[in-house]
């Protein structure tokens, strides 16, 4: 009986620990943020805007806000609660102590309708209601590491000092990196108050492509009349049933190209509100890398070389050459990066590039050959293409050449011995014929 109470015992602090490690897991942070407020007016000019440090007090439920500890407060604090817990992600929630931070801007917003056709039947009334009489915020954090990014839009009525999340926008693959050719997806979903009368309102999808400064429109879909727009890219689509169902607005890219690396922007938008994040994707393509002459010629002791080293196919630009040069006993030198070209563009995107490195057999270690290496470093891997160095005079026979002369030594002498031995063997008959006679 005393051992199952002491086993009881310990299974309860067992699950309060885990309970109490499940809740500091999930617990929502005191974030700091850049909040702009206005200097003041003068000489007729516009107000400007003084960035400022706010501070976020995230919880889940509104009645949490009563224990907060106030002590920490500044000028700019506001109590934000969020039901879908969007803020609450550990990757908005360092350890402490720590020094990488979330990045967090905040900044007043006013609610309007907008113009694109995709967008505009969200407000087809044009009657604005009153749940819009109210102060409006965005948020916009970016986490630790690029693993996540999100931005909220945030209502405070006139009449109390409550700020509630209405609208989040949300994607965990701030940076995506895909092959070639491959397909490739990009994270983006948004959450809507359920208490919010926009919650059933209708709501509209937009993807944009930014990069140097040109953008385009990849996709924009309206999910209230179940429409795509006219203008996009063909390879690219949304998963329609997990959007109307799980608010999953991801982009998939059926087929990528060199060309579709840079900016991507997911907007969601109900009405006379909208929320976006940015992403980042990247093709990365490692070369195909060969070194010429192939086969490589016998080199003639004090022969003067040129090798290339060619790389082809490959994105992005990044790309660094070594030439390095292995003697019989493992011995590695590096014979530098070459005369390196300038880039060539192909029809697909991918890149090309050559080095050229002249090799004097003279400074070879004792004359010999050995082993030729191209090594290129690039985002898609690193890559070593080699090949042996013969010098005329100078290669030392391997332990199977050396038996396959001794091989050929013994075969050669047998066939001497035996054609001898015929002949001596038809001169004696040919004697003992005559001396018969």
């Not at 974030?31 to 976020?56: I, T």
């Not at 006379?272 to 192939?294: D, F, G």
């Not at 066939?415 to 008959?429: A, M, N, P, Q, R």
Request: aromatic share 8%; glycine share 8%.
């Amino acid at each position: 009986m005393t051992e199952f109470s002491t086993i009881y015992k310990l299974s309860v602090i067992a699950v309060l620990f885990l309970v109490q490690a499940a809740a500091g897991h999930s617990s929502c942070p005191v974030m700091e943020c850049w909040y702009p407020v206005e200097k003041g007016r003068g000489g007729g000019l516009a107000s400007a805007a003084n960035q400022v440090p706010a501070l976020l007090f995230i919880k889940t439920e509104e009645q949490q806000h009563d224990s907060v500890n106030t002590a920490s407060e500044s000028d700019y604090s506001f109590f934000i609660t969020d039901p879908s817990a969007s803020l609450c992600h550990r990757a908005l929630n360092p350890p402490k102590g720590s020094i990488k931070k979330p990045h967090c801007e905040l900044n007043r917003i006013q609610p309007q309708p907008s113009s694109l056709q995709w967008v505009a039947p969200l407000t087809e009334s044009e009657k604005s209601p009153l749940y819009l009489g109210a102060q409006w915020y965005a948020a916009t954090i970016h986490g630790l590491d690029k693993e996540m990014s999100v931005t909220t839009v945030i209502r405070s009525p006139l009449e109390a000092d409550k700020h509630n999340v209405i609208l989040s926008v949300t994607t965990k693959t701030v940076y995506v990196t895909a092959r070639l050719g491959e397909p490739a997806m990009l994270d983006c979903s948004y959450w809507v108050d359920p208490s919010s009368p926009l919650h059933d309102a209708g709501f509209s999808v937009e993807w944009r492509y930014q990069f140097r400064g040109n953008g385009h429109l990849v996709l924009g879909y309206d999910g209230k009349a179940d429409r795509l727009s006219d203008i996009g890219e063909k390879k690219a689509t949304l998963d329609f049933e997990g959007l109307h169902q799980n608010r999953n607005a991801s982009l998939i890219l059926t087929e990528t190209r060199v060309k579709q690396s840079g900016t991507y922007i997911c907007s969601v938008h109900v009405p006379y509100l909208l929320a976006q994040v940015a992403l980042e994707l990247e093709i990365v393509e490692p070369p195909s890398v060969s070194v010429l002459p192939s086969p490589l010629p016998l080199i003639v002791p004090g022969q003067s070389v040129t090798f290339h080293c060619e790389a082809s196919g490959f994105a992005p630009l990044s790309l660094d050459f070594r030439w390095e040069l292995t003697d019989s006993e493992g011995n590695v030198r590096s014979l530098g990066s070459g005369s390196v070209t300038g880039h060539r563009e192909g029809t697909d995107g991918t890149f090309s590039q050559t080095s050229k490195l002249q090799l004097d057999s003279a400074k070879l270690e004792q004359g010999r050959g050995g082993e030729l290496s191209c090594v290129t470093v690039h985002p898609g891997g690193t890559q070593r293409t080699s090949v042996s160095l013969n010098v005329i005079g100078f290669s030392t026979p391997s332990i199977e050449d050396s038996m396959a002369m001794v091989g050929v030594a013994l075969v050669l002498y047998g066939l001497i011995k035996f054609v001898s031995w015929t002949f001596s063997g038809s001169g004696d008959e040919e004697s003992d014929d005559k001396k018969k006679n």
